[in-house]
Nanobody, 118 residues
Framework: QVQLVESGGDLVQPGGSLRLSCVAS????????MGWYRQGPGKQREWVAD???????NYADSVKGRFTISRDNAKNTVYLQMNSLKAEDTADYYC????????????WGQGTQVTVSS
């Protein structure tokens, strides 16, 4: 059973930046497409970005140009650098294994809360 531990969430002003981290247990991490999802207040959880084992990335239109996903296979960690944050980025953020259709494949971690507010 893979365990996911997200961290890095905080309260930040509009226009600010945050870097989220997600550590995954298990040796298969390095060959796994990993992604970030988020769930805003009163909203359904949505896919944000993903990265494959070779470093190829995909982004939701709402975050393209502002967010950058990366990974460190030696540390079993995937990151989400978030710049130019907007109020609508306020959400709980989660990482997970991602399939071809951007669906999550593992059990969820506890997530990390990001609040963008002045």
């Amino acid at each position: 059973q893979v365990q996911l531990v997200e961290s890095g969430g905080d309260l930040v002003q509009p226009g600010g930046s945050l870097r989220l981290s997600c550590v995954a247990s298990g040796s298969i991490f390095r060959i796994t497409r990993m992604g970030w999802y988020r769930q805003g207040p009163g909203k359904q959880r949505e896919w944000v970005a993903d990265i494959n084992s070779g470093g190829s990335t995909n982004y939701a239109d709402s975050v393209k140009g502002r967010f950058t996903i990366s990974r460190d296979n030696a540390k079993n960690t995937v990151y989400l650098q978030m710049n130019s944050l907007k109020a609508e980025d306020t959400a709980d953020y989660y990482c997970n294994k991602v399939d071809t259709w951007k669906r999550p494949q593992w059990s969820w971690g506890q997530g990390t809360q990001v609040t963008v507010s002045s």
